[in-house]
């Protein structure tokens, strides 16, 4: 029976998956499933007891090793979900000898069944110190903890030469790397010794930054590395001063608009995306409509929109709830509103020429992080030159050169 690795939830989940994935080959758990779990809504633990009681339908003899934020919220309960043999804490999770618990003892050295990807996960920090009303991560993850420059250096490496064409620096707060470290080092100092340390390395992404934290070093730093892509995405959440002050954000509308001015200044052709919870506590039509006009305003073009999820154990689980009715609409038209900044976005390119690096065989990505159709045949992981002529659907149309 062929190991499974099944991963819910954000790109650093997708990051500790692969080196599960890795714990997993080389300790022989080919009879496992490992489902790498998330909770950061209540959706994504519901879809979760689906998944596990859906594995157990279809194999009663199913062997699931759980791990991750919503297995370590609570333990107890999936624990005794049929089919569920163990549970890692997401603390230790990426700790080897974790899983030397469940090998069999042979001692076999199996190769990873999982397809290359373009783009490769790198850790760089886990845990957060902030105290935002409406997260469980310090709760599942801790305080925050940036990891050594070495180690950073030498897991870029071994990434590229695992053939990995860009590398997306990744972690709960990525902003926040440097500051628990001895000696002075910020996000735009770490940027900078691994496009210097590693010379090969032609595409570097950044995974979800905190408004709060974008500061003149990191401007300069995506001013001047071209080797930075052009795509910053901002844990923004709301564009109501209020609903910010209640979900203990430390920055404001205004600030989130200068800061997108400021980035767009330092790099023109960037395009900037960012996560927005609809219907949190207390939101009003008013504090709703002032998201609606930060997100034109600040020039947000990829969304991610969350409806809000109370999650026990955090103060906005006890502050009033918004009608559920209420919250759906909202979603709908912030999800409308999203695709008309997507496609006013992409309309930007029409009739011109945009590097992409593909993807698969007729889907690239650009520099920018925006999606286009290929015309022709790619070869995976090799970049070219498109003319875009269409976009639908949130997909550019091209003919590579």
Same mark, same amino acid.
Request: with cysteine; glycine share 6%.
């Given at each position: 029976?062929?190991?499974?690795?099944?991963?819910?939830?954000?790109?650093?989940?997708?990051?500790?998956?692969?080196? %599960?994935?890795?714990?997993?080959?080389?300790?022989? =758990?080919?009879? @496992?499933?490992?489902?790498?779990?998330?909770?950061?809504?209540?959706?994504?633990?519901?879809?979760?007891?689906?998944?596990?009681?859906? $594995?157990?339908?279809?194999?009663? &003899?199913?062997?699931?090793?759980?791990?991750?934020?919503?297995?370590?919220?609570?333990?107890?309960?999936?624990?005794?979900?049929?089919?569920?043999?163990?549970?890692?804490?997401?603390?230790?999770?990426?700790?080897?000898?974790?899983?030397?618990?469940?090998?069999?003892?042979?001692?076999?050295?199996?190769?990873?069944?999982?397809?290359?990807?373009?783009?490769?996960?790198?850790?760089?920090?886990?845990?957060?110190?902030?105290?935002?009303?409406?997260?469980?991560?310090?709760?599942?993850?801790? !305080? !925050?903890?940036?990891?050594?420059?070495?180690?950073?250096?030498?897991?870029?490496?071994?990434?590229?030469?695992?053939?990995?064409?860009?590398?997306?620096?990744?972690?709960?707060?990525?902003?926040?790397?440097?500051?628990?470290?001895?000696?002075?080092?910020?996000?735009?100092?770490?940027?900078?010794?691994?496009?210097?340390?590693?010379?090969?390395?032609?595409? =570097?992404?950044?995974?979800?930054?905190?408004?709060?934290?974008?500061?003149?070093?990191?401007?300069?730093? %995506?001013?001047?590395?071209?080797? $930075?892509?052009?795509?910053?995405?901002?844990?923004?959440?709301?564009?109501?001063?209020?609903?910010?002050?209640?979900?203990?954000?430390?920055?404001?509308?205004?600030?989130?608009?200068?800061?997108?001015?400021?980035?767009?200044?330092? /790099?023109?052709?960037?395009?900037?995306?960012?996560?927005?919870?609809?219907?949190?506590?207390?939101?009003?039509?008013?504090?709703?409509?002032?998201?609606?006009?930060?997100?034109?305003?600040?020039?947000?073009?990829?969304?991610?929109?969350?409806? @809000?999820?109370?999650?026990?154990?955090?103060?906005? @689980?006890?502050?009033?709830?918004?009608?559920?009715?209420?919250?759906?609409?909202?979603?709908?038209? =912030?999800?409308?509103?999203?695709?008309?900044?997507?496609?006013? &976005? $992409?309309?930007?390119?029409?009739?011109?020429?945009?590097?992409?690096?593909?993807?698969?065989?007729?889907?690239? /990505?650009?520099?920018?992080?925006?999606?286009?159709? !290929?015309?022709? !045949?790619?070869?995976?992981?090799?970049?070219?030159? @498109?003319?875009?002529?269409?976009?639908?659907?949130?997909?550019?149309?091209?003919?590579?050169?």
């Amino acid at each position: 029976m062929e190991k499974k690795i099944i991963t819910f939830g954000c790109r650093l989940n997708a990051c500790e998956s692969e080196t %599960i994935r890795n714990f997993a080959d080389e300790m022989g =758990l080919d009879d @496992f499933t490992l489902i790498n779990t998330c909770a950061v809504t209540g959706e994504a633990e519901r879809k979760l007891r689906q998944t596990i009681r859906k $594995l157990y339908r279809e194999n009663e &003899k199913i062997k699931i090793i759980l791990t991750g934020c919503a297995s370590e919220l609570n333990p107890d309960y999936y624990v005794k979900m049929n089919g569920v043999v163990g549970i890692i804490s997401n603390k230790i999770k990426l700790q080897k000898a974790e899983y030397a618990k469940y090998a069999s003892g042979n001692g076999a050295v199996h190769q990873s069944l999982a397809p290359k990807k373009i783009r490769g996960f790198l850790q760089i920090q886990n845990g957060c110190d902030r105290e935002c009303t409406y997260c469980v991560v310090r709760l599942t993850r801790g !305080s !925050s903890v940036s990891f050594s420059k070495d180690k950073i250096v030498k897991q870029a490496k071994q990434l590229l030469g695992n053939g990995y064409k860009e590398i997306v620096l990744t972690g709960v707060n990525i902003s926040a790397y440097g500051r628990d470290l001895p000696s002075r080092q910020n996000l735009a100092s770490i940027i900078r010794h691994i496009l210097k340390s590693v010379p090969e390395l032609s595409r =570097l992404r950044l995974s979800s930054l905190d408004p709060a934290d974008i500061d003149d070093d990191l401007l300069e730093v %995506i001013k001047n590395e071209e080797r $930075l892509m052009p795509h910053f995405h901002e844990s923004i959440q709301s564009g109501d001063d209020v609903i910010l002050k209640r979900m203990m954000r430390r920055h404001t509308r205004r600030q989130v608009e200068e800061i997108n001015c400021k980035i767009l200044e330092a /790099r023109p052709e960037a395009v900037l995306g960012a996560d927005i919870i609809v219907g949190f506590p207390t939101e009003t039509d008013e504090m709703f409509q002032n998201t609606k006009e930060l997100i034109a305003n600040a020039n947000l073009s990829l969304l991610h929109i969350f409806p @809000f999820s109370a999650r026990p154990g955090t103060p906005a @689980f006890f502050m009033p709830m918004v009608e559920k009715k209420t919250v759906e609409r909202r979603w709908k038209e =912030l999800k409308q509103l999203a695709n008309d900044m997507l496609a006013k &976005k $992409l309309s930007e390119y029409l009739g011109k020429n945009t590097a992409a690096i593909a993807e698969s065989e007729y889907t690239a /990505r650009t520099n920018s992080f925006l999606s286009i159709k !290929s015309t022709k !045949s790619l070869v995976p992981g090799r970049e070219y030159l @498109f003319h875009c002529d269409c976009c639908r659907g949130g997909v550019l149309t091209g003919v590579p050169n």
